[in-house]
């Protein structure tokens, strides 16, 4: 079956402009994750979704950024006014549930460039 | 808070020789560990993953990795590495009763011919 994708693949954009990155997680995973990997450093959770409770948002490392998802379907992260320091590869995880740790699986990631 | 070490950023290897990655975790409550691993322009997928019961523990493409808890080591092996195990590998720890994962740095694995 179709695994995560994510969209667009590489992003460039001019400092202090808005983003929007989409994920699309596998059909029936309930749990969705959003991580931020930046170059050369392991992977910093921004994110977590499950069904229709209230996110989690305590990896999220400024205002400017912000996830929406409808209910067990398609999510979106914005970035506001973007910095350098924003530019990272954004991975979004989705996975069965929640409780136990079910396996994540991952989705290609978008390659962010602030210049 | 927890926190995951990978000590080595980066081990080469030779092609047919065996392979540690190092991976050492803190934590004040019960965990469960993983190692993921990120192909050359793919997406991370799940190596292997230490929930409960036998401490070691096998994943796929021959690797294993063994769970210590006196140590706080998960450490990932291979006894014979092929070119194709080229790759970034990262080990992540999962708190009981949480849902995040928390990463380590990663270890890029290179095989030499």
């Known amino acids: 079956g179709a695994g995560v994708s994510q969209s667009p693949s590489n992003k460039v954009t001019e400092k202090g402009k808005d983003v929007e990155l989409r994920c699309d997680p596998i059909s029936g995973h309930t749990a969705l994750y959003w991580y931020r990997q930046r170059l050369g450093q392991g992977l910093e959770f921004l994110i977590y979704?499950?069904?229709?409770?209230?996110?989690?948002k305590s990896g999220l490392p400024s205002d400017r950024f912000s996830a929406e998802r409808t209910g067990e379907s398609v999510s979106t992260l914005t970035i506001q006014r973007t910095q350098q320091e924003d530019s990272a590869v954004y991975l979004c995880?989705?996975?069965?549930?929640?409780?136990?740790?079910?396996?994540?699986?991952f989705g290609p990631g978008t390659r962010l460039t602030v210049t | 808070a927890q926190s995951v070490t990978q000590l080595d950023s980066q081990v080469p290897v030779f092609e047919e020789a065996p392979v540690e990655l190092r991976c050492n975790y803190s934590s004040s409550v019960s965990v469960y560990l993983f190692w993921y691993v990120q192909y050359p322009n793919q997406g991370l997928q799940l190596l292997l993953k230490y929930l409960s019961g036998s401490t070691l523990v096998k994943g796929i493409n021959g690797f294993e990795a063994e769970f210590n808890k006196s140590q706080t080591s998960f450490h990932l092996r291979k006894p014979s590495v092929h070119i194709s195990d080229t790759a970034e590998y990262f080990c992540?720890?999962?708190?009981?009763?949480?849902?995040?994962?928390?990463f380590g740095t990663g270890t890029r694995l290179t095989i030499i011919p």
């Open positions: 979704f499950q069904g229709n409770s209230a996110p989690d």
């Open positions: 995880a989705s996975s069965l549930g929640s409780g136990t740790p079910y396996e994540q699986y």
């Open positions: 992540a720890v999962h708190l009981v009763g949480n849902e995040k994962l928390t």
